[in-house]
């Protein structure tokens, strides 16, 4: 699917997108990319860094990236320091790295969930507070990347439900703290989305995933693109008067309840 923003609507601003080398945080990168953007990306591993840059600049665009892990405040910082050095201050933030694995409560070590809190929420933290003095006030965009975990109980999913909850709560708050100086707070919570890591866990099967599309009012998986191109919708003018938002992109899964998806569909792990 081809996106709907037409090229040089994002002309001349710099884009940084954290968890920017995979899955839908890269179709964003992407997308911001094919619509005129300098694009700064940013993950844990360098050769994924590698690949994604290059990726970009082979599609015609100016990008840079960075190995950095979320959770290392001053590694973060450095990444805007140097993106701002290279490509200007930052125009929008997409904060969208993040770690899941399917585990009941019981056998859900301690460390596991304070990992996934670590990485989703107070990563998510990391990067707007490493962003804020980086970000052109006035004309600012963050989105961040949350989930239906955070409005819906999922079975198997407590550390993620905690930590995405937290998300949109972060976004709310600040989103009313940061509005006066021109910057604009938004979260998104992608349903189902084909080719990503996380349906691949939760959907391990063909008729799970038969099931679930079954469940869904608009009968599908969603497509990278469709995120990205909210993504882009929101940080872009017609988006101009939106902030707190949390906006589910998901198939119209809220209206029937993840939780009973999650219940009647993913295995009990052994």
């Not at 001349?12 to 005129?36: D, H, P």
């Not at 004309?139 to 409005?151: E, F, G, L, R, T």
């Not at 998986?221 to 938002?245: H, M, N, W």
Request: proline fraction near 5%; charged fraction near 20%.
């Amino acid at each position: 699917m081809k996106s709907i923003f037409r090229e040089g609507v994002y002309a001349g601003k710099a884009v940084f997108v954290a968890g920017g080398t995979s899955g839908i945080n890269l179709e964003v990168a992407k997308g911001f990319a094919a619509s005129g953007a300098r694009v700064s990306v940013m993950s844990r591993k360098q050769d994924n860094v590698d690949a994604a840059v290059q990726q970009l600049k082979t599609a015609g665009a100016e990008a840079i990236g960075f190995a950095a892990d979320v959770r290392d405040f001053d590694a973060v910082k450095q990444a805007f320091v140097e993106t701002e050095a290279a490509i200007g201050k930052v125009s929008v933030i997409v904060s969208g790295a993040a770690g899941n694995f399917v585990a009941p409560a019981e056998k859900l070590s301690p460390n596991g969930f304070k990992t996934v809190v670590d990485i989703d929420l107070v990563g998510s933290f990391h990067v707007m507070k490493a962003g804020f003095d980086h970000l052109t006030q006035g004309d600012a965009s963050i989105v961040n990347m949350s989930a239906p975990q955070s409005s819906h109980p999922y079975a198997f999913q407590s550390h993620v439900c905690s930590a995405k909850a937290g998300i949109d709560m972060l976004t709310k708050a600040l989103a009313l703290e940061w509005g006066r100086y021109g910057i604009r707070v938004n979260a998104i919570q992608p349903g189902p989305i084909d080719g990503t890591e996380g349906m691949e866990r939760l959907s391990p099967t063909p008729e799970i995933r038969r099931q679930i599309e079954g469940m869904l009012p608009l009968k599908r998986y969603g497509e990278k693109q469709e995120i990205a191109d909210l993504v882009l919708f929101l940080c872009s003018p017609a988006a101009r008067y939106i902030t707190g938002a949390i906006i589910p992109c998901d198939g119209g899964q809220a209206l029937v309840g993840g939780g009973t998806v999650s219940m009647g569909l993913i295995p009990t792990p052994k």
